[in-house]
T-cell receptor, first 115, second 113 residues
């Protein structure tokens, strides 16, 4: 499976600011996703990062709040904008090799705390 | 869209006993069912998966069964060990939905030594 890294691993931010999280894969992958996992909860899909086009957002998530970039097949960023304490969570990227049903592998996550 | 329900939310077993976690799904088009194990502070790790053309799959102490008619699938862990303690998530995926996973709510397994 692919080696996936995320930066930063954790951060503490002030409300009203923005944070950009990076996800890097050591090989080209077709699909990249961004999830949020609040403490003690399951994984909630934020969006699918599409290479060369706008991300596809799930219900309840909007581009203005969570802009996503995917400039190539190995890299994506998620920005959490105008943060509030409710955004405190773990953010995970995941990757899959094909557009057809296939296993997703997760990055190590970014633990975000908003004060 | 797909809805995945997972039970129980917590499970406590004695070391050496078996543990069973059950999930149901709503969309009969779902055809891929992975299970992830997440230890505290770590990323979810795939432990086993099953596709809809198979009824059962086994990997050492872990097995997954799938009943397409009833739309449920289960994770079985035999001879549990303390290192099996973690949160387990099931998921379902629909082929026309470009690899989107629908996750269950998770089961916290505690294996008591």
């Amino acid at each position: 499976s692919a080696v996936i890294s995320q930066k930063p691993s954790r951060d503490i931010c002030q409300r009203g600011t923005s944070l950009t999280i990076q996800c890097q894969v050591d090989s080209q992958v077709t699909m990249m996703f961004w999830y949020r996992q609040q403490p003690g909860q399951s994984l909630t899909l934020i969006a699918t990062a599409n290479q060369g086009s706008e991300a596809t957002y799930e219900s309840g998530f909007v581009i203005d709040k969570f802009p996503i970039s995917r400039p190539n097949l190995t890299f994506s960023t998620l920005t959490v904008s105008n943060m509030s304490p409710e955004d405190s969570s773990i953010y995970l990227c995941s990757v899959a090799g094909t557009a057809i049903v296939d296993t997703q592998y997760f990055g190590p996550g970014t633990r975000l705390t908003v004060l | 869209g797909e809805n995945v329900e997972q039970h129980p939310s917590t499970l406590s077993v004695q070391e050496g006993d078996s543990a069973v976690i059950k999930c149901t799904y709503s969309d009969s088009a779902s055809n891929y069912f992975p299970w992830y194990k997440q230890e505290l502070g770590k990323r979810p790790q795939l432990i086993i998966d099953i596709r809809s053309n198979v009824g059962e799959k086994k990997d050492q102490r872990i097995a997954v069964t799938l009943n397409k008619t009833a739309k449920h699938f289960s994770l079985h862990i035999t001879e549990t060990q303390p290192e099996d303690s973690a949160v387990y998530f099931c998921a379902a995926s629909i082929p026309y939905n470009f690899n989107k996973f629908y996750f269950g709510s998770g089961t916290k397994l505690n294996v008591k030594p």
